[in-house]
C-alpha cells in the first residue's frame, strides 16, 4: 500500500469519523446539562495504632481484618445515628415532613434519617496507610461537607 492510497482511504473514512465525534460529543453536552449536579466532599480519618506493652505487638498488624472493622464501623448503624444527631437533623421541620409522606410515620425518625444518610457514603482505606478516607457524594455541596465531616467526627466519637 502506497502513501497516497493510504491518504485517500483516511479521507473517504473522514465524513463518518467526524459525524461519529460529533455526535458523541452532542450526546455528552446533552447527558451533562440533563443530570443534577453532583458533589462529593471527602474526610480523612487516621487510625492510630497503639502498640500492646505486654506483648509489644501493634494489634493492627496482627489481624489483617483491622482496617476493614473499622471501615464497618464507620458504614454502621451507630454512626450514622450519631450523624443526625450532630447535626440535629431530626429537629427540622422539613425533614420530619419528608419523614411522614416516605413512611406515612411508621417506624422512628432518627432510624429513616440514617438508613437516607448512607445511602450517598463512601468509605475507602488508603493503600498501605493507617488512613481511611470518607467520601460523601450529594446535590448541595455545604450540606455533602457537612456531612462528610460528621461522619468523620462521629466515627471518632463512637
Known sequence: MTLQQFLLILIARAKPALITLFAIVLITLVVNLLLPKQYTASASVLIDVKPDPVAGMVPGMISPGY????????KS?????????????EESPAI????????????????????????GLEVKPSLESNVIDIDYT????????ALANAFAQAYIDV
Do not use: C, N, S, Y
Open 67 to 74: 482496617m476493614a472493622t473499622q471501615i464497618d464501623i464507620i
Open 77 to 89: 448503624d451507630r454512626v450514622a445515628q450519631r450523624v443526625v444527631k450532630l447535626l440535629r437533623m
Open 96 to 119: 420530619k415532613a419528608q419523614w411522614q409522606e416516605a413512611t406515612e410515620g411508621k417506624g422512628q425518625l432518627l432510624l429513616w434519617l440514617a438508613e437516607l444518610l448512607k445511602a
Open 138 to 145: 450529594g446535590g448541595d455541596p455545604g450540606f455533602v461537607a
